[in-house]
């Protein structure tokens, strides 16, 4: 008779043995967009001063009262220091080793394809980004940011039709000056946080989109971002202004080439919502996560936050993180407009030697506002990913309701889930409610797999999927095949 | 700093006295202790671990202290009618911080051979080889104020020992009284030693006595061995002007089992920070706690679960009623350290708030470094159930006896936790006239007589 | 006893009846049939006072008295009962506790003292024996983990403790089997008086074989578009609905 400790069923065993060398093999999966591209690039020196800032406004030719407001958030930024309540373990970060200003070299901003620099249109095919009007025919628009510097947006007359900017921000610092300095820093201030005290001294540039009033954006809009240059930060800006009745679905892209060096990344994004209108904003986040020693990386801090300004207002953030080293980032919602309503939806992956904190906040201000919180962790390898999130309802915000859930799966034991929600509930008539649970895979689904003929490997990257299904399926058709795939990269990287 | 100079004045000019009127196992930690807290000072809303509760103003009033401990006269049996009366129960009273010792023979029940039960301060002095290993070991003043300040202050209070194998029938319990014609401060300290297999259930209850704020600290230990059971149940009736800031250790070895059961039924201002050490596998603990406030009360639990060996088991659910301006705030971290693995741990909070004015904050963490676990938690605030009112209703059953009905059904998910019957019944009963505006003071006060 | 004119009501503003007149005497079964939406369970709901309905026009008497001035509870302890549709579940509250503390307020109500304990479970036991409803189920939580079967039975004891004047049973006959239906029919009619009234609302016939109705009336899109005998109810099972919707115009 043997007692059950010792009793051990061997197919398990060998589906623990063979998740085991899964879970190694895919710490060794490598990067698949980690390549430089060879192009001219005017970098200014390292550091960062008041003449630095001079220098950059200088170069964007920009207007007085913007050069103000990035001395201000530059005053305002000396006196912060770093924020440490994340979980995660930040390096040291020398502020003055670091180029505030890269832009791929031109003469003039290109007009037409023609014009802009072939290496670089070869960058986005290799990163599959239909660049080029003829391949955006699966009907999006994109403005590809490359380095710090928005080269190209397709398909811009098609949107003037209806009324619809969809520009660089420089370009929209000259073409919309009234726009951009009534909503920028409206819902993210200077003074907010130390990240966004730095990006708004020095940012450089980004998107800008204004719906107008009662328009639907008649094709998703998409970002490109991409770091390329050496020892540099990218500090973009998006602002997206929804006016009234009107609907967009904004989707956002990263990646990174692969150095041994950490490259900073600290953007923010504001997005303003008016009454009865609705913004999807969907990211699909692979900046370079290191490798498998943890050596380089992209330390991603950034900044969103939305406004639902007006009544009715819907704003809907869906995420799908897997790379940088360091993520610290909680796109968050201000539910200001009665009856307005917000959606999370993440999918946070964590391998190697990746630290990961994100979450969300969900201020509900107005009256009968709702919010929904689906947050979905994947760790393995050596890597630690937290959830962390703030439900809070206001003394007025009468009615609301809030339905958080953040579920962890741990892939191997040498990695970390966390969750840190906080609730502060000052009304009496809401009804906020969370749950989250932490778990390994499941070795019975493996095993009946494995029965089916399926590997352990596959297996995995099915249940994972499956797992994450609810939040990858809240992404635009053409995003979530993309969203498929690098989940298979970051998990699978033994496959294929 | 002037919270803080008050206290590093005292204790600089009585060092000796409190030192004179103790036992040496207590005294040898206080230099420490005095150094941690004038590095520490008081936490305020600042430090994450008391953001909800300003430790610094509670604590700058003038308060008097027993340094001297003076009889103050007291003859508990007399003024004292306790809300869990007639439990059959080993009794003992604690009277601010210091151990009531004049307890007649009858009430003291027989106990098994080696058991102690009894002063603090007396038994360290007759006995510190056993007091020494384990007094000011698991409550460390580096990195807790008010740890730090109990221990420099602490000069008795309770000590529970249960030798290996030894088994304690009947409950054992224990009553703070605090009892003062001035505003006044007690710091109680609580060291309890369960042996391999040992078995026992304790009540302590605190109740005020006078009509003048108190702020009372107590630093409980509690070290429970391998195989042993512990019951812990905490009562808090006290006044409105009262403070309690009680922390908690507990260190459960292998297969041990742990019952704690927190209940704030009439305070002041409370913050229970406790923490629980799974140090040994298959060791299982449940704990429960509950508030009920009204008026400007405010209760704040601050739960730390450390599942630091394989196959331990941990349930916490923790429930708050909170009416008028009350406030409340629950923060409980399960933390399930590397290896640990088989750990099942759930955490649950829930909360109605019955007024605009009333506020809730809740913090369920998890982390977790272990992948072969299953954990959870779930918090929420809301109202009671509009559609079982209604349904209710068409019964017959008045609005307000309704809701008293699903608030107690809401409540005594914990209350079905205690396992000592005589004490649930009471409850049952302390928590109804609660609910029903009967129990407004603590009902044992003089001054409420 | 029972008296509706003209009643007309809406939830969130969509108006659902329109113009209901439907009068009730003592001793008599009165059965509303229709079809789905049209109406039924909004008017059972406006009779206990659901408040998620709001009355906009007409009235309802019921002994003289003016109905719609009664909270919940008042028209309960007035003798009106309401067999859900849908029970719902109220953990952590005992059925003792929840029958014990209803039947008391209805003797308050009546000027009579509580009941003590020993007499209040001697009567949940005779009570239970109408409708063969299980020990176990009275100390549970009320209809917490019971089945469709066990909902409606509950529904039908709580009748039976509460000694209703008027009972409205909604669709009690819906998730049930043969024999389930039997028991709660039968406990039905075993608590029928010549004082106490029933409106049974229901979508078949197959209920009003075991409890036989005195006047059918047809429910549709918010108005009794047809009163009569049980002839009715027949007829409706055999040809369906509708023909009533072609008479009616559509």
Redesign the interface.
């Known amino acids: 008779m043997q007692s059950p400790n010792q009793y051990k069923n061997p197919s398990t065993n060998k589906g623990l043995e063979s998740s085991n060398d899964f879970v190694r093999k895919i710490a060794e999966g490598k990067y698949k967009y980690g390549f430089t591209t060879n192009i001219h690039t005017d970098i200014i020196k390292q550091g960062l001063s008041e003449a630095t800032i001079r220098l950059i406004s200088e170069k964007k030719q920009e207007p007085d009262w913007l050069l103000e407001f990035r001395l201000k958030a530059y005053r305002h930024w000396l006196t912060m220091d770093m924020p440490t309540?994340a979980?995660l373990n930040i390096p040291n970060i020398d502020y003055q080793a670091i180029s505030y200003y890269a832009a791929p070299q031109k003469k003039k901003a290109p007009s037409s394809l023609e014009e802009v620099d072939p290496e670089l249109i070869k960058t986005f095919n290799k990163l599959g980004i239909p660049l080029e009007e003829q391949m955006s025919l699966s009907g999006m628009a994109v403005d590809a940011v490359m380095d710090s510097i928005s080269v190209k947006t397709t398909y811009k007359e098609h949107l003037i039709e209806k009324g619809i900017i969809f520009c660089s921000f420089n370009e929209a610092v000259q073409e919309h000056p009234d726009l951009v300095k009534k909503y920028l820093g409206s819902v993210v201030s200077y003074r907010d946080n130390f990240f966004a005290a730095l990006n708004s001294a020095v940012f450089s540039d980004g998107s800008f989109v204004y719906i107008p009033k009662g328009v639907r954006c008649p094709m998703e809009l998409s970002t490109y971002f991409r770091i390329n240059a050496q020892g540099t930060g990218q500090f973009e800006r998006t602002l997206i202004v929804a006016d009234d009745e009107s609907y967009v679905s904004y989707l956002e892209g990263c990646t990174a080439p692969m150095r041994d060096e950490n490259q900073l990344h600290a953007a923010i994004v504001e997005i303003i919502v008016h009454d009865y209108a609705e913004v999807k904003y969907s990211t699909v986040q692979n900046w370079y996560p290191g490798d498998i020693e943890g050596k380089g990386g992209v330390y991603n801090f950034v900044t969103k936050r939305g406004n639902c300004l007006g009544k009715s207002s819907k704003l809907s953030w869906t995420q799908v993180e897997t790379g940088s080293a360091i993520t610290w980032k909680y796109p968050s919602c201000i539910l200001t407009g009665d009856d307005a309503s917000a959606e999370f939806y993440s999918v946070a992956v964590t391998n190697n030697h990746q630290q990961a904190d994100t979450g969300t906040k969900m201020i509900h201000l107005g009256r009968n506002t709702k919010s929904t919180i689906i947050s979905k962790g994947i760790s393995a390898g050596h890597s630690q990913n937290a959830y962390r999130g703030l439900v809070r309802?206001a003394?007025n915000a009468e009615g609301a309701r809030n339905y958080s859930q953040c579920d962890?799966l741990?892939?191997?034991?040498?990695?970390?889930?966390?969750?840190?929600?906080?609730?502060?509930?000052?009304?009496?008539?809401?009804?906020?409610?969370?749950?989250?649970?932490?778990?390994?895979i499941n070795e019975d689904q493996i095993f009946y797999c494995n029965q089916r003929g399926i590997s352990t490997e596959d297996a995995i990257g099915l249940i994972v999927n499956g797992y994450a299904k609810e939040v990858l399926n809240k992404l635009p058709m053409e995003f979530a095949v993309e969203a498929q795939k690098l989940l298979s990269i970051s998990l699978e990287g033994s496959i294929g | 700093m002037k919270a803080e100079k008050q206290y590093i004045d005292i204790f600089t000019l009585y060092e000796d006295t409190i030192c004179r009127l103790s036992a040496e196992p207590l005294n040898t930690p206080r230099a420490k202790a005095f150094a941690d807290f004038k590095h520490l000072g008081f936490p305020t809303r600042k430090d994450e671990k008391y953001k909800y509760t300003d430790i610094r103003s509670l604590f700058e009033p003038d308060y008097g202290l027993n340094l001297n401990r003076l009889d103050i006269p007291v003859n508990p049996y007399e003024v004292f009618k306790c809300d869990v009366p007639n439990m059959s129960t080993a009794l003992h009273f604690i009277v601010n911080d210091v151990f009531y010792n004049k307890v007649p023979a009858a009430s003291s029940m027989h106990l098994p051979q080696g058991v102690i039960v009894g002063s603090l301060k007396e038994t360290a002095k007759e006995n510190p080889q056993i007091v020494k290993p384990f007094y000011a070991k698991l409550a460390n003043t580096a990195n807790d104020a008010i740890t730090a300040i109990n221990t420099m202050f602490a000069q008795d209070g309770l000590f529970i020992y249960v030798p290996d194998n030894t088994i304690i029938e009947k409950p054992i319990q224990i009553i703070n009284i605090l009892r003062s014609d001035v505003n006044f401060m007690a710091n109680r300290r609580i060291l309890i030693i369960m042996g391999e297999n040992a078995r026992a259930q304790l009540l302590l209850c605190d109740h005020a006595m006078d009509n003048v704020n108190f702020l009372a600290t107590q630093v409980s230990e509690i070290y429970v061995g391998r195989g042993a059971t512990l019951h812990l149940y905490e009562l808090e009736e006290t006044h409105t002007s009262s403070v309690r800031l009680a922390n908690c250790h507990v260190w459960q070895e292998e297969n041990s089992n742990v019952l704690l059961n927190g209940i704030t039924l009439h305070n002041g201002t409370t913050r229970n920070t406790t923490q629980v050490t799974l140090n040994g596998p298959h060791a299982e603990l449940g704990f429960y706690g509950m508030a009920i406030a009204d008026k400007n009360q405010h209760v704040d639990n601050n739960t730390f679960v450390d599942h630091a060996a394989s196959d331990c088991t941990s349930n916490e659910l923790f429930k708050y009623v909170l009416d008028e301006h009350a406030t409340g705030a629950f923060a409980g971290l399960a933390l399930v350290r590397p290896g640990a693995q088989h750990t099942h741990s759930q955490q649950t909070n829930r909360n109605l708030c019955a007024t605009r004015e009333a506020r809730m904050w809740t913090q369920p963490q998890l982390e977790i470094y272990a992948d072969d676990v299953k954990c959870s938690h779930g918090a929420t605030v809301g109202q009671l159930d509009e559609n079982a009112l209604f349904y209710m209703r068409t019964r017959g059953i008045s609005e307000r006896e309704a809701r008293l009905l699903l608030m107690f059904a809401f409540v005594n998910e914990v209350i079905d936790h205690i396992r000592m019957d005589a004490l649930k019944d009471r409850l049952h009963l302390l928590v109804e006239k609660r609910f029903r505006g009967e129990l407004n003071k603590c009902q044992g006060c003089a001054i409420c007589k | 006893m029972l008296e509706i004119k003209d009643l007309h009501a809406n939830i969130n503003g969509k108006e659902i009846l329109k113009g209901i007149n439907l009068t009730i005497r003592p001793g008599e079964v009165h059965a509303i049939m229709g079809p789905n939406g049209s109406g039924k369970s909004t008017l059972s709901a406006v009779l206990v006072g659901n408040p998620a309905y709001k009355v906009t026009h007409g009235s309802i008497t019921f002994y003289g008295k003016d109905l719609l001035q009664l909270s919940p509870e008042d028209r309960s302890h007035e003798g009106i009962f309401l067999s859900f549709q849908y029970p719902v579940e109220i953990p952590g509250v005992s059925m003792v506790n929840f029958m014990r503390t209803a039947v008391n307020e209805h003797r308050k109500y009546k000027g009579q003292p509580p009941l003590s304990a020993s007499e209040f479970l001697k009567l949940m036991r005779e009570k239970r024996a109408i409708v063969e409803l299980d020990n176990k189920l009275a100390n549970r939580f009320v209809n917490e983990g019971f089945s469709g079967g066990e909902k409606k039975r509950n529904e039908i004891f709580q009748m039976a403790m509460l000694e209703p004047r008027l009972s409205i049973l909604d669709e009690t006959d819906s998730g049930l089997d043969i024999d389930a239906l039997r028991i709660v029919a039968e406990g039905v009619n075993k608590l029928k008086t010549p004082e106490t009234s029933t409106i049974v609302i229901t979508h078949y016939q197959r209920l009003l074989d075991y409890i036989k109705p005195d006047i059918v009336h047809v429910l549709y899109k918010g108005q009794i578009v047809r009163t009569a005998g049980p002839e009715l109810a027949l007829e409706l099972e055999r040809k369906g609905y509708d023909w009533i919707k072609e008479e009616v115009g559509e």
């Open positions: 309540w979980h309802v003394p962890s741990l892939l191997g034991s040498q990695c970390g889930a966390h969750t840190f929600p906080y609730m502060d509930i000052h009304n009496e008539t809401a009804i906020v409610e969370h749950e989250a649970t932490t778990s390994k």
